[in-house]
């Protein structure tokens, strides 16, 4: 299982940036895929999940209306757009493999301990 978090950089308040986490060595339309952020000296952290069976999606409070999940199966990839940013969203993003029987919660609470795999990280700094 590989999972390669890409798309990160250093953008202004206000602004966006797309995320993307390409997958290989499982059937990726058969699992669910989440993000987690980690900001210097806290703990990780749940973002956005999405869903293999119906695409649902489910997001962290601090982030609803203004990030979006979304996968495109043909391609193993799985996208996060994060319109907005602020400098709380400053952090290392993470995309995230549980096991295939996951359903995302729906209520925006991801906890680490269901996933299985885990990309390297992309950092996302916000600041002016």
């Known amino acids: 299982v590989q999972l390669q978090a890409s798309g990160g950089g250093l953008v202004q308040p206000g602004h966006s940036l797309t995320l993307s986490c390409s997958s290989s060595g499982f059937r990726f339309d058969y699992y669910s895929i989440a993000w987690f952020r980690q900001a210097p000296g806290k703990e990780r952290d749940g973002v956005s999940c999405i869903t293999a069976s119906d695409g649902f999606t489910d997001y962290a409070d601090s982030v609803k209306g203004r990030f979006t999940i979304s996968r495109d199966n043909a391609k193993n990839t799985v996208y996060l757009q994060m319109n907005s940013l602020q400098p709380d969203d400053t952090a290392v993003y993470y995309c995230?493999?549980?096991?295939?029987?996951?359903?995302?919660?729906?209520?925006?609470?991801?906890?680490?301990?269901?996933?299985?795999?885990w990309g390297q990280g992309t950092q996302v700094t916000v600041s002016s």
């Open positions: 995230a493999l549980p096991d295939a029987m996951y359903y995302c919660p729906g209520d925006g609470t991801l906890n680490t301990a269901d996933f299985t795999s």
